[in-house]
């Protein structure tokens, strides 16, 4: 059981925008800013977003990220077959002090 | 270019002992934090430890506390985990993983090794 809570599936045509939830509590999102990784198939993971809405040099604009409260939520908007991955949602948490991980969201692209 | 190069990985018995290291490339090391993160076969990222830049303040799961110790060389830029204790839940592709700055909390995984596979099984 992770502390951060994902769907565990999404999916999407090509051009379509999809949006995947991460869901927290006040020990985590209520202080912290939530992280965003993209796991394509074999692959080691990628810094996706940072600091809640901030995308690293080389990540496309149709990647954006959000957080209200305790929730946060990565949108990918023009979706192509290239995006077909799992997504992570991270934060640093102050009552384990330490990183937590959402249990992932296996991304289809029909 | 920036890289992180694990190693040490293998196939140990459970209550064994095992030293992954990470060799960082193409940064300054003692200016960032560092990570390992561990994915078991088919499940999710799951963090396993940290440790900051240059006071070398130290960050632990409870599933590996007093078990596992992280540490680093900046002489030699490159990170370690020393496993002990090893169990069977433990068997998982661990990645090293560069911070975005040099202390831990609040921080993010910026860059992220390959990985090495840990297997522990009698």
């Known amino acids: 059981q992770s502390v951060l809570t994902q769907p565990p599936s999404a999916s999407g045509t090509p051009g379509q925008r999809v949006t995947i939830s991460c869901s927290g509590s006040?020990?985590?999102?209520?202080?912290?800013?939530v992280n965003w990784y993209q796991q394509l198939p074999g692959t080691a993971p990628k810094l996706l977003i940072y600091?809640?809405?901030q995308r690293p040099s080389g990540v496309p604009d149709r990647f954006s990220g959000s957080k209200s409260g305790t929730s946060a939520s990565l949108a990918i908007s023009g979706l192509q077959s290239e995006d077909e991955a799992d997504y992570y949602c991270?934060?640093?948490?102050?009552?384990?002090?330490?990183?937590?991980f959402g249990g992932g969201t296996k991304l289809t692209v029909l | 270019e920036v890289q992180l190069l694990e190693s040490g990985g293998g196939l140990v018995q459970p209550g064994g002992s095992l030293r992954l290291s990470c060799a960082a490339s193409?940064?300054?090391?003692?200016?960032?934090?560092m990570s390992w993160v561990r994915q078991a076969p088919g499940k999710g990222l799951e963090w396993v430890s940290s440790?900051?830049?240059?006071?070398?303040?130290?960050y632990y799961a409870d599933s590996v506390k007093g078990r596992f110790t992280i540490s680093r060389d900046n002489s030699k830029n490159t990170l370690y985990l020393q496993m002990n204790s090893l169990r069977a839940e433990d068997t998982a592709l661990y990645y090293c993983?560069?911070?975005?700055?040099?202390?831990?909390?609040?921080?993010?995984?910026?860059?992220w090794g390959q990985g090495t596979l840990v297997t522990v099984s009698s």
């Open positions: 600091v809640n809405n």
């Open positions: 006040s020990s985590n999102f209520g202080s912290n800013a």
């Open positions: 440790i900051s830049g240059r006071d070398g303040s130290t």
């Open positions: 993983a560069k911070m975005g700055w040099m202390s831990v909390p609040k921080n993010w995984f910026e860059l």
């Open positions: 991270a934060t640093w948490d102050d009552s384990l002090n330490g990183v937590v």
């Open positions: 193409g940064f300054t090391f003692d200016h960032y934090a």
